[in-house]
């Protein structure tokens, strides 16, 4: 007999969810299955991207998933299947969420046009450390359950037919042991704090991209190595993340600056670098991230007017900036303030004003109001900066997550390379792959909903061969 019936690496909003829907399963079915949670970060800290999260929530007012436009950015790369069943489910998602005592706030936006059908999402009271925490006070409530912290899972064991049957750990004293368990579900994140991953997938310069919070560290891509090693098959872009673009003089993390989309954004140099204008304002500062990072020497400015500031002004867009960005009267003043050339930016701004086409400045749609003549052109929201003060903020890119990662079904068993499930093996979360472009505001959800999936279809099974 196994250790455990399940063994779950990772205790973000995957590893926690597919614990407690598994242990809530069985107790309902008449028998309470046995499950080892194994999470590589110390108790009591922070470890994992869940934890750090708000997190926006790309919800309906009904609760279901605003969806068209993930379609749209995905294009047809998206994997229907997966996704039709993410749309099934985040109505019980939600109730899931519901039920354990997460209250979800919605919230209509009236000044940024969002990358959403309608102009709404949700986000829960409390951040995810705080829900993540009442799931695992859940937990521990069943005697059957077990969560083993500093314990880092690094080989999954296969029995005589190929069926997954356990996996090795890591103590923090370097003491290996083997976990046996009927099932193992990989729900350990991406490979965003694993220099070497990165440099492999996504090239040169990967060193210089600091992620933007110290728990995704423990990130270190082991679930899809371990994976991989026995035959699975993987899905999304690897080549690609989510990168956002962060105050670099906040002394705290996650300092984000949005809006960019609004006014322009200059390198070192004072010159324009990307169409600041193509696309909404999410996505703009995800583009212009990975711009910063690639090409602009990991330095970027922001610049913008009162017009802009003003609209946002108690508005959840800057709520995320640590600090208030640099102003002045004039462009040059500003300029110094930043520690950029003076003259440079006064030509650069001139430069766009005189471009801004006319028609009316609208930031809750895709305006149209373009600039001409000018190199990169801004497709959207080119209003001249004219509006003492003026204001700026510095920005770097720091990573937030990886988007390859494991194929699965939307069952949420991992698949091989010839797309057969591997026996005994499910993976939720981070940690499977899907995106290629990145609708916005759907991970958590993801993490959430297959989360779910896994441990209901885990219990399922194990209460089935019990009746025979
Ligand atoms: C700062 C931040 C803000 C975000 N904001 C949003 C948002 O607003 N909306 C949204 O939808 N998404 C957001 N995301 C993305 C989203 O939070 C994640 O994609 C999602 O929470 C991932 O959940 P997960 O359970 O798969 O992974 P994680 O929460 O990262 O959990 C993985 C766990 O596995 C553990 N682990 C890793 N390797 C091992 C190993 N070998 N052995 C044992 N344990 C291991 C880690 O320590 C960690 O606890 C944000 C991410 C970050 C970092």
């Known amino acids: 007999?196994?250790?455990?019936?399940?063994?779950?690496?990772?205790?973000?909003?995957?590893?926690?969810?597919?614990?407690?829907?598994?242990?809530?399963t069985t107790e309902k079915a008449g028998q309470v299955g046995r499950v080892a949670l194994i999470e590589a970060g110390k108790k009591g800290t922070w470890p994992g991207g869940s934890r750090w999260t708000r997190p926006f929530l790309r919800l309906n007012r009904d609760t279901t998933l605003l969806g068209d436009r993930a379609e749209r950015v995905e294009q047809n790369l998206l994997d229907l299947d997966y996704w039709r069943k993410l749309e099934d489910e985040v109505p019980n998602t939600v109730k899931f969420m519901q039920d354990h005592g997460v209250k979800l706030i919605h919230h209509d936006e009236e000044n940024a046009a969002l990358d959403f059908e309608e102009q709404h999402f949700a986000?829960?009271?409390?951040?995810?450390?705080?829900?993540?925490?009442?799931?695992?006070?859940l937990i521990a409530k069943y005697e059957t359950a077990n969560v083993f912290y500093d314990h880092e899972a690094t080989e999954l064991t296969l029995d005589d037919e190929g069926r997954v049957n356990g996996v090795v750990v890591s103590e923090s004293d370097?003491?290996?042991?083997?976990?046996?368990?009927?099932?193992?579900?990989?729900a350990c994140g991406g490979f965003e704090g694993d220099p070497e991953m990165l440099k492999q997938y996504t090239g040169r310069d990967a060193d210089d991209l600091p992620i933007i919070v110290p728990g995704i560290k423990y990130n270190r891509g082991a679930g899809i190595r371990m994976a991989m090693d026995i035959g699975a098959g993987t899905a999304g872009q690897f080549d690609m993340v989510h990168a956002e673009l962060v105050d670099p003089r906040a002394?705290?993390?996650?300092?984000?600056?949005?809006?960019?989309?609004?006014?322009?954004?200059?390198?070192?140099?004072?010159?324009?670098?990307?169409?600041?204008?193509?696309?909404?304002?999410?996505?703009?500062?995800?583009?212009?991230?990975?711009?910063?990072w690639r090409h602009q020497n990991q330095k970027s400015y922001f610049i913008t007017d009162k017009t802009v500031m003003d609209r946002f002004e108690g508005s959840w867009v800057y709520e995320t900036a640590a600090l208030p960005p640099e102003q002045s009267d004039t462009i040059g003043g500003l300029a110094e303030k930043l520690g950029l050339d003076p003259t440079k930016l006064e030509e650069t701004v001139s430069e766009f004003n005189a471009?801004?086409?006319?028609?009316?400045?609208?930031?809750?749609?895709?305006?149209?109001?373009?600039?001409?003549?000018?190199?990169?052109?801004k497709s959207n929201w080119a209003n001249p900066i004219v509006e003492a003060p003026f204001s700026g903020f510095p920005m770097t890119a720091q990573l937030k997550f990886t988007f390859g990662g494991l194929k699965v079904d939307p069952d949420g068993r991992v698949l091989n390379t010839n797309e057969e499930p591997i026996p005994g093996l499910y993976a939720a979360g981070e940690i499977t792959g899907l995106y290629h472009k990145h609708p916005p505001a759907t991970s958590v959800l993801r993490a959430n909903t297959f989360g779910c999936i896994v441990g209901t279809n885990v219990a399922e099974s194990l209460s089935a061969a019990a009746t025979g």
């Open 174 to 186: 370097g003491q290996q042991r083997t976990v046996t368990a009927g099932t193992v579900v990989l």
């Open 355 to 377: 471009a801004c086409g006319s028609g009316d400045w609208d930031p809750v749609e895709m305006d149209g109001k373009e600039t001409s003549g000018i190199t990169p052109p």
């Open 123 to 137: 986000y829960p009271v409390g951040g995810g450390k705080e829900i993540i925490d009442e799931y695992l006070i």
């Open 1 to 24: 007999m196994p250790d455990y019936d399940m063994v779950v690496i990772g205790s973000g909003f995957a590893g926690s969810t597919a614990t407690l829907s598994f242990l809530e």
């Open 251 to 292: 002394k705290t993390p996650h300092s984000v600056i949005w809006g960019q989309n609004y006014g322009i954004v200059v390198n070192e140099n004072c010159e324009r670098f990307h169409d600041e204008g193509e696309d909404y304002l999410f996505a703009t500062t995800e583009l212009i991230a990975y711009d910063t």
